[in-house]
């Protein structure tokens, strides 16, 4: 859940990212206000909250968690394979260039 004093800061999370890794395909995180997230390369949705000035995702039923944080003066995704939590050495790490505002 979101709490109110946050909201604005959440709202900066809403919209489209961009994620790039060398030598893979790009694709898109899109963050939604009511803490919805999808991925263009998964089949199965997320849930999103926003925790100490990251928003922190749970991919469905792949087990792979993902952080957006800021990053001077874009965005980066964390990236935690399954069986791994938050506080682990990430998987993998990759710019997150904001593409789109939330509407």
């Given amino acids: 859940m979101i709490r109110p004093a946050l909201e604005s800061n959440w709202k900066s999370f809403v919209g489209e ?3 790039g890794r060398p ?7 899109s963050l939604y206000e009511d803490s919805a997230a999808k991925n263009s390369g998964l089949q199965s949705g997320g849930k999103c909250e926003y925790v100490n000035g ?5 991919w469905g039923d792949t087990g792979w968690r993902n952080f957006i944080r800021p990053d001077g003066q874009g965005f980066q995704k964390v990236a ?3 069986g791994k939590s938050f506080d682990d050495p990430p998987t993998d790490t990759a710019a997150a260039e904001k593409i789109q505002a939330g509407r």
């Avoid at 990251?54 to 749970?58: E, N, S, V």
């Fill in 80 to 82: 935690f394979g399954p």
């Fill in 17 to 19: 990212r961009r994620v």
């Fill in 23 to 29: 030598g893979k395909p790009d694709f898109i995180i």
């Fill in 54 to 58: 990251d928003a922190r995702i749970t």
